[in-house]
């Protein structure tokens, strides 16, 4: 494919530190998987059986796997995730509306993890010129061979070690915002 990025030499100093949160929707992961190859991350992913497909991936990309959702066993994988990044200070990622929704719906996990960890969020999203989409709950997208892509990085941005309940949702909010705003940029790019 042919993969143009937006946003990557606002974004390089951050990459390149090492220490940063990656989000992006759980339709537009696939991209950002290629992307990634070599950083040598950890990901918060389902306990389900799809999520054990995806875990294995990412090992044999060089990631580690937390797994854990919403509904299971959430809590105890963002712990493990947070203890992680701390201690070796690689990036990691939360794929913020997975892994069942609501599509396009950002979840407090990550934005805990940001606090949690003093790691800015780096928000992500892409698009391509052919595409199948799939019928699943999130719309994924799967670019068809030798298409071409467009990738977008997002602003970068902080929690506040002290935020509160509502400083969290604010914070929420804005990411949701940037991402929904990133997507809807790189869809439009070809008429999506």
Known sequence: ???????FEKARPI???KKFIYAAWHSRLLLLNYLCRGLAGTAMVSGSEDGEFVARILKRQGHEAFRGSTTRGGIKALSGLIKKLKEEQGPGLIIPDGPQGPKFKVKLGIIILARETGYPILPFSCSAKKIKIFASW???????????CLGIY??????SKDAGKDDLMRYRNLLEKELNSLTL???SYFSC
């Open 185 to 187: 940029e790189a869809d």
């Open 15 to 17: 990459i390149n530190s």
């Open 1 to 7: 494919m042919k993969i143009e990025l937006r946003g």
């Open 154 to 159: 997002g602003k970068p941005f902080y929690v």
């Open 138 to 148: 999130d719309r994924f997208i799967l670019p068809y061979p030798f298409t071409k």
